[in-house]
């Protein structure tokens, strides 16, 4: 589909989207209603710039039905996520909804070179959380065959990818390096293995490299939030150079945090979404929170669709130490780009005084390499941390769901073992 084609189906579709929202008479219609917009045909896609922002707020304060723009009964499915700071975030999909997921997911699959009669081995873990399900339905919709594993139980895990010799592995970045790990301790050969479709979390080139040498995969990045539908939002192709995102169903910008004002092709932004096609809960200009730039550029791969870079990090996920600014995946990048430590680590960030204090937990190749790697944190990211060595194989590893790669010390005893 050429841009412009595309850009015509986009705005078709943005007017029923504005339409639905009217007549839906929810918070966001009455936003709508309030910027002066009676009906679709008000709407350009060069306008959506001026409609309101829909944020995770309005989630929560019409949680957990209050912005549906179906009634009740036509929700085929909910999902969510328990939340960052606890709060449950709960979205819904109609049946066609459901539908559109599946063909986005394979859609994601296929961009990363899955194809039916492919082996997928799916160790997001099922639930509430969209990993799972959504990544099943996908390997469905495209013909493959799907193994759902979920998280956790490892050492099954290795068998089952050896005995049905998957060729296409789905999990979080940080549990395709534990299983790596687990494969090595096993002694096991994954000849058919070729593919991995690793999301759910940011994470670095680097720590893509470091899975692409514990598997035999090449590594790909796939993102997506359940609020705009799970998984399938974006997907790296075998190029490797950012996500390319399905812009026929999710219109995407990037806009400054703090000001909500759109930046330039090339400049980090938060990402903002609208899903011109989704029945149950359409969302209009949703702030993910999400950092990452767009590229509109043409992709070696063929496709036209717009790419945005791997997320920097989430806006919620900043750390601020002794005045610095920093997201997790960019201390991943210093750390795993050394090539001096194993590519498991955790941030501790000490708050038992007023002047947080980060304490950066890693397990050495060899040596010694606190002082070289504090004096590279501090080089790259102007950041003041404390690097700590522990044993090899004592920094927690992720086995079930996303990395946990902040860890606050409140009060009391340490959260890892050998800090002080
Ligand atoms: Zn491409």
Known sequence: MSPDERAALQRHRLWGLVDRLLAADGVQGRRLKEAGVGGGSDVTLAGLRGLPFTTKQDLWDNYPFG????????????????????????????????DLWAAMCARSLSCAGASPGSVVHNAYGYGLFTGGIGIHQGAVAL??????????MTDRQVR??????????????????RLGE???????????????????????????????????????????????????????????????????HFIVEAVDPSSGVPVEDGTPGELVFTTPTKQALPLLRYRTGDIASLNRGECDCGRTLVRMSKV?????????????????????????????VRPHYQ???DRRTPAARLLVACEALSGDPRAELAHRLHESLGLTAEVVVLPAGTVPRTEVGKAVRVVSWEDGGPPLPGLS
């Open 312 to 340: 920097l990090g989430r806006a919620d996920d900043m750390l601020v130490v002794k005045g610095v600014n920093v997201y997790p995946s960019e201390v991943e990048r210093v750390l795993l780009g050394s090539g001096l």
């Open 347 to 349: 941030l501790v960030v």
């Open 182 to 248: 687990a494969v090595a301790e096993a002694g096991v050969e994954l000849p058919a293995l070729k593919a991995g479709l690793f999301g759910a979390e940011p994470w670095s080139e680097e720590l893509r490299a470091a899975i692409e040498d514990v598997l035999p995969v090449k590594a790909m990045d796939i993102y997506g939030l359940s609020e705009v539908i799970g998984p399938g939002v974006a997907t790296e192709c075998l190029e490797q150079d950012g996500l390319h995102v399905n812009e026929d």
């Open 143 to 152: 013909g493959a065959t799907v193994v759902p594993m979920s998280g956790g």
């Open 67 to 98: 912005m549906l723009a179906v009634p009740r009964d036509q929700v085929a499915a909910v999902h969510g996520s328990s939340g960052t700071r606890g709060r449950p975030t709960l979205v819904a999909y109609t049946r066609a909804d459901l």
């Open 160 to 177: 089952m990818l050896a005995d049905l010799r998957a060729d296409v592995l789905t999990c979080t970045p940080a549990y395709a390096l």
